[in-house]
Each structure stands twice: as structure tokens, then as C-alpha cells.
């Protein structure tokens, strides 16, 4: 079992930036790569960042250049740094773990990842 918990979230002006963290706990957590997605009402959850044991990193085109994945493995926590900020990033995001194995292909896909954290929400104004 793998327990995910964010934090982070809060306000921001559009421009500005903000960081989430995500820490990890659990049996293996060292096997899975983790992700970033966000939700917002009436929309489908959009995978926003991935990062593999590796470092090896994955972005939407909606955030690239914006947002950046990292992890610090000795803290069992990953990063989502989120700068340029716009009101279109308002959104609940959450962090998700996914088994080494399914390290393949789109990683963004929600359908990768077993375990999901409750979420923390992100509030960019014009």
C-alpha cells in the first residue's frame, strides 16, 4: 500500500508561481514512478507531469516550458514547480504512483498509475 499526500496549493496571480510537493510513504514506494494531474468541474483529469526512478520526465504541451517535475529520492517527495502561472491552470491537482512496469509509452495516462493522493487546489486569478 502507498500513501500519497500533497501539498502546496493555495492562490496566485496569473504570472506567478507556486510549488507542490507530494510526499510518499509505503511498502515499494522506491518501485514507482509518480505523475501531476489536474481536475476541474465538468472536465476530463488531465495528466500534467511525470517522473520516472530515472529522472526521466514527461510533460502535457499545456505546461511544457511552464512546469517542472523533479523528486528528491531521499525524501520519498516529488516537486511540481509551476511558474508563468495562468488562470486556464486553476484546477484540484493531484499526485499519483504507477508500478516501474507501465513506465511505457504515454505516461500520462491515468489508467498507469494505482494510487492517488487526495489532491490540493490551485487557484490562478487574471
Known amino acids: 500500500q502507498v500513501q500519497l499526500e500533497e501539498s502546496g496549493g493555495g492562490s496566485a496571480q496569473a504570472g506567478g508561481s507556486l510549488r507542490l510537493s507530494c510526499a510518499a510513504s509505503?511498502?515499494?514506494?522506491?518501485?514507482?514512478?509518480m505523475g501531476w494531474f489536474r481536475q476541474t468541474p465538468g472536465k476530463e483529469r488531465e495528466g500534467v507531469a511525470a517522473?520516472?526512478?530515472?529522472?526521466?520526465?514527461s510533460y502535457a504541451d499545456s505546461v511544457q516550458g511552464r512546469f517542472t517535475i523533479s523528486q528528491d529520492n531521499a525524501k520519498n517527495t516529488v516537486y511540481l514547480q509551476m511558474n508563468s502561472l495562468e488562470p486556464e491552470d486553476t484546477a484540484m491537482y493531484c499526485c499519483?504512483?504507477?508500478?516501474?512496469?507501465?513506465?511505457?509509452?504515454?505516461?500520462?495516462?491515468?489508467?498507469?498509475?494505482?494510487?492517488w493522493g487526495q489532491g490540493t487546489q490551485v487557484t490562478v486569478s487574471s
Open positions: 517522473i520516472g526512478r530515472d529522472g526521466r520526465t
Open positions: 509505503g511498502y515499494g514506494i522506491m518501485s514507482y514512478f
Open positions: 499519483a504512483a504507477g508500478p516501474a512496469s507501465l513506465w511505457t509509452g504515454y505516461r500520462l495516462a491515468a489508467s498507469k498509475y494505482k494510487y
